[in-house]
């Protein structure tokens, strides 16, 4: 069910009750062959299969490529118009292997390392299409997670994502530039930052390689991207972080759950970011002169960082003309990969 009077079906003709439990808008996570005990599989990601079948993870991680050929996949989505009457709003038929085929094409330009609750462990996975739509159009609950709730737009939603995955379509540009929206309000958030956050690069990954042609899109640093937006991202996760390690240096509870300044500052200086940083360098100032006196050794490895981007910046051409436009969602890449550099075995 993706809607109050909205339905999901799907079939193989070799399988009419679908007993491999194949439900392409559940979340796809492939995982690698290991040695672990059976009782740890319960833990493993599942992908489009629930409990019941792993054949599409299979697939996806080579384990499995001989893929019946001759059998076919059927999907269709039903709505109730009134008692008595329905319509069709989607109906395709493909062969089992274009299936595979296209779910792994999915998966490969939407992964994006995500949380995983059970296991306590990031995973590479792709989010499900309900988390898509619950992002994009939701606000976070009392429980920490993002709710849409608006049932008709999170139907239309995942019914929108559905040919991306079949079809072949490119994501609607719409929905990148809301989740951007999105991820320019960071107060709006609080518990589902990370989740948001996470999503977000999964979108804007799949934007990149629709869009612009690009082959691939990871979470890695990459001190060779030059792009304003990309550079700007770097910088501020710099400072958060800088701010975060003075907090938990001789400080009280209360200071070290606080938000940084960063944080405070992140919605104005998506918009202006050159204005919002000069205010940022002097709110950051006191924390770097605490941190020369405790930790002389980190303080300048972020003033070398710093130092390098502000100098990338500068170079970067028509920079003085351009420094204060809104950034794209390259700063969140920039952003993002800055942060996970930090944390990095």
Avoid at 21 to 27: E, H, K, Q, V
Avoid at 154 to 176: F, Q
Avoid at 183 to 192: F, I
Avoid at 296 to 325: H, P, R, V
Wanted: charged residues 30%.
């Amino acid at each position: 069910q993706i809607g109050k009077s909205c339905i999901l079906i799907n079939w193989f003709s070799d399988d009419i009750g679908n007993s491999e439990s194949m439900n392409l808008t559940s979340p796809i996570s492939p995982y690698d062959d290991t040695d672990e005990e059976d009782e740890e599989d319960e833990y493993r990601p599942k992908t489009l299969g629930g409990s019941v079948s792993s054949a599409i993870n299979d697939y996806i991680t080579g384990k499995e490529r001989n893929v019946n050929s001759e059998g076919k996949f059927y999907i269709m989505i039903l709505d109730k118009i009134s008692n008595g009457r329905i319509s069709v709003k989607y109906f395709r038929e493909l062969p089992k292997s274009d299936l595979y085929e296209r779910v792994e094409k999915w998966y490969n330009s939407t992964n994006w390392p995500i949380y995983n609750g059970m296991t306590k462990k990031f995973s590479r996975q792709t989010p499900s299409l309900f988390r898509y739509a619950d992002t994009i159009f939701g606000v976070e609950n009392d429980k920490g997670y993002m709710e849409c709730r608006n049932s008709k737009l999170r139907t239309k939603t995942v019914e929108r994502l559905l040919p991306c995955i079949l079809d072949h379509k490119r994501i609607p540009k719409d929905l990148k530039s809301r989740m951007l929206e999105n991820l320019c309000k960071r107060s709006s958030y609080d518990k589902a930052w990370n989740s948001v956050l996470a999503v977000g690069c999964s979108i804007f990954k799949k934007y990149k390689i629709d869009y612009e042609n690009k082959r691939e899109v990871n979470e890695l640093l990459d001190t060779n991207k030059q792009t304003r937006s990309y550079l700007y991202g770097r910088l501020l996760a710099v400072y958060e972080k800088l701010e975060q390690d003075v907090l938990r240096i001789n400080s009280t509870a209360t200071e070290v759950k606080r938000t940084t300044n960063a944080e405070r500052l992140w919605s104005a200086y998506t918009k202006t970011p050159a204005r919002t940083l000069r205010i940022l360098e002097d709110k950051i100032r006191p924390y770097k002169e605490r941190l020369s006196k405790s930790n002389a050794g980190t303080a300048k490895y972020y003033d070398i960082i710093t130092t390098d981007i502000m100098n990338c910046l500068s170079n970067i051409d028509n920079f003085e003309q351009e420094k204060n436009k809104a950034l794209n969602e390259d700063f969140v890449f920039g952003y993002y990969a800055q942060k996970q550099d930090f944390y990095k075995k």
